[in-house]
């Protein structure tokens, strides 16, 4: 079966090429390379001995994308994680992430739909709960007001989804992630932030790295155990994982209904500061930190009710914090060499 995966040079978009091709699918990546390098086709292809298809181009380019679909008249599925994802910069620049994120998955569906490739698997995110009112965040949680144009274009991603699939056979598995961190244990593939991180983990690691001096931990004074925001981190490889399950589900006919929808995460919620002493822990290192104000927008805490996910997918995150952060040093290390290589 070959599986177009979009966004496959990307961060969680990488893992899942490897899971896919060492579970026996073959995978041909789009990926315009605004926010990855085509160096991770190499580091897939080290990995799994398979070098994936590889084709640059931007999916918010209509006519280019129904070529695609014609020269690849095999595809029988799509795994779409192309989108642009930095909450800062889409509220300065909201027209970017509504081009890019709703015009690719529009002409993405169009070309699905107009070449009868009817399953989608689609890369949202537990930001659509926002504040959650209850903890653990199930399914059914009520999505919230978005609270940056990046959140709103995952919400109506989701709408235009299921309107897809009310009129069509089309089928779809939105899979909503809480945080993913951490790195292949092979430390050859990994998050790359372009500049300053705005995310926890790749934070920690540049500051252990000694490229950014200290880190700013957001908030001392949330209503939780250490007055730190909580988030539920999950392993990226885990994650991974979750999209073949879920691909294999659709394939096998298994889906109760066309559209479903499934909460990764480990369903254990950590502070900033459980994130620091668990990389201190593994590592040994020290990470200079200071309390700042809390960061706007931000949730005071967040974790998943992963039931649904390990019953019904029977899928389940296996990797600890310790594993995470680990892994994510590891490949802090190579990346800097890598840089000043
Ligand atoms: N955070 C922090 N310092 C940083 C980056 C993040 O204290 O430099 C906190 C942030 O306020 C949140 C948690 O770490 O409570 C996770 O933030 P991240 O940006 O990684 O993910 P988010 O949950 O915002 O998607």
Redesign the pocket.
Known sequence: MQVLVTGGTGYIGSHTVVELQQSGFEVVIVDDLSNSSADVVDSIASITGIRPQFEKFDLADGSRTHQFFSDYPDLGAVIHFAACKAVGESVTNPLKYYRNNLFSLINLVRGMTDHQVSNLVFSSSCTVYGNPDQLPVGENAPVKQALSPYGNTKQIAEEIIDDQCKVSSFRAILLRYF?PIGAHESALIGEQPLGVP????P?ITQTAMGIRDH?????SDYHTPDGT?I?DYIHVVDLAKAHVTALERMLKGEMKEQREIFNLGTGTGYS?LDVIRSFERVTGMKIPYRIMDR?PG?VEQVWADPKKANEVLGWKAMRTLDEMTLSAWKWEQVVSRKNKA
């Open positions: 945080n705005n995310n926890l983990m934070y880190l700013n931990v957001f908030g925001a988030r900033v960061r931000d």
